[in-house]
């Protein structure tokens, strides 16, 4: 077992592919067991006034093909003229269909207990979790977001359908092809560069 510090360092994000059609992860499956055991960790975030926000939208299988379709059409039906890409659009399935697990992330709000963005804060720690816990489980992780995950149609697809319900975005997983990757841009930047001592 690492310690935490030397998870937190070795933790790395591993998109789901190298370039279109061509996968980042081997074809190795991601038990459901295993699945449940990395969900668990992530539900153990802090949340203030124990609201648990965060909820989870899990495609495997066959079901990351229905995913990658439903990345295109809300695309399509969801950005404006200006704003469409193509490459973008089919990048956005491209992860879906070269992924092995694919995680919704959304957060179920209790309106007026707990302001809005305390709850994003405590999904935020759950993915946090969920990211350490993947790495420990030699897994690599890609935490995707972008603005259509959020419109309301579409984040009712994904079964966060209340008026002040969030997508978060989507968590991709799978067993890396390759060697584990190194830092691309080396360590961090001094930890005292950010630090503010009174």
């Keep these: 077992m690492q310690s935490l510090s030397e998870l937190i360092e070795f933790r790395r994000t591993v998109k789901p592919i190298v370039s279109i059609g061509e996968s980042n992860f081997s074809e190795r499956p991601v038990s459901r067991e295993t699945i449940e055991r990395l969900l668990s960790n992530a539900n153990w975030a802090p949340t203030h006034g124990l609201t648990e926000p965060w909820r989870f939208t899990v495609y495997q299988g066959d079901s990351l093909k229905d995913l990658a379709e439903f990345l295109r059409q809300a695309y399509t039906a969801h950005t404006s003229e200006e704003e469409f890409r193509e490459a973008k659009r089919e990048k956005m399935a491209a992860y879906a269909e070269c992924t092995r697990v694919a995680i919704v992330l959304g957060m179920k709000r209790h309106p007026g207990k707990i302001p ?9 720690c759950a993915v946090q979790n969920l990211h350490l816990s993947v790495a420990a489980e030699g897994l690599g992780g890609f935490w995707s977001t972008a603005p259509v995950y959020d419109v309301p149609a579409v984040r009712a697809e994904f079964g966060f359908d209340g008026d002040e319900d969030r997508c978060l975005g989507i968590f991709y997983l799978g067993y890396p092809k390759n060697d584990w990757p190194e830092r691309k841009k080396g360590a961090p930047q001094p930890v005292e560069e950010k630090i503010i001592w009174r």
């Design 116 to 124: 809005a963005e305390e709850e994003v804060m405590a999904v935020a």
